[in-house]
């Protein structure tokens, strides 16, 4: 990321609500305390998932080589979230999934991944601004579909608004929304790119 990015990602961390603990809207499946994560989200009834990445991850970064001449600094802070990625399985074991369909509309970019089912379901994680470090969570076995909106103030991707959930059950995605009812001002036709 180039400066100018990670300035933006910072104002974007410093006007966004925290998510810890997640908003009311976002449903969750209750797990008993003895069950690991792994098992009870595969074992568990899918709700749709939405902006549940903590918005700012506390990270301590330490020096793993001492230098000559040099005395190590470590740093310890928060990190803003900027956006989301998808994978076939755990993060450290896979390639992340680029997405379906990518749409640039006047409000920003919006990306959909269609998740076709498959044994042992899809992961996700959330990244922060100036970090490599992420957290990761498997996603409930009967996702189908993911998307994310961006937000068009900043000059890297920077989500806005993301969910999961079977498709079918979802609001429509922003590029799949119904026109506009007669007598309203009709919106261009947005260009919708699919990526193969």
Request: net charge positive.
């Amino acid at each position: 990321m180039t400066a100018a990015m990670l300035a933006s990602a910072a104002a974007f961390a410093a006007t966004a609500p925290a998510h810890a603990p997640p908003p009311a809207h976002v449903a969750t499946s209750a797990r008993p305390a003895s069950a690991s994560p792994v098992s009870s989200a595969a074992s568990a009834a899918t709700a749709t998932l939405s902006d549940a990445c903590p918005a700012q991850l506390p990270v301590k970064q330490t020096i793993s080589e001492a230098i000559a001449d040099w005395t190590p600094l470590d740093q310890q802070g928060n990190h803003p979230f900027v956006r989301v990625a998808f994978y076939p399985g755990p993060p450290a074991e896979s390639s992340l999934i680029v997405p379906s369909v990518e749409y640039k509309g006047q409000t920003g970019m919006h990306d959909g991944w269609d998740l076709p089912r498959r044994q042992g379901g899809y992961w996700m994680t959330c990244a922060y601004g100036n970090t490599t470090a992420t957290v990761a969570r498997k996603l409930g076995d009967d996702v189908d579909f993911c998307q994310a909106d961006y937000d068009s103030r900043f000059f890297t991707l920077v989500v806005r608004h993301w969910s999961c959930g079977v498709k079918r059950s979802m609001a429509p995605p922003v590029w799949a929304r119904p026109a506009p009812r007669p007598g309203s001002k009709p919106a261009a036709r947005p260009t919708i790119k699919r990526v193969d």
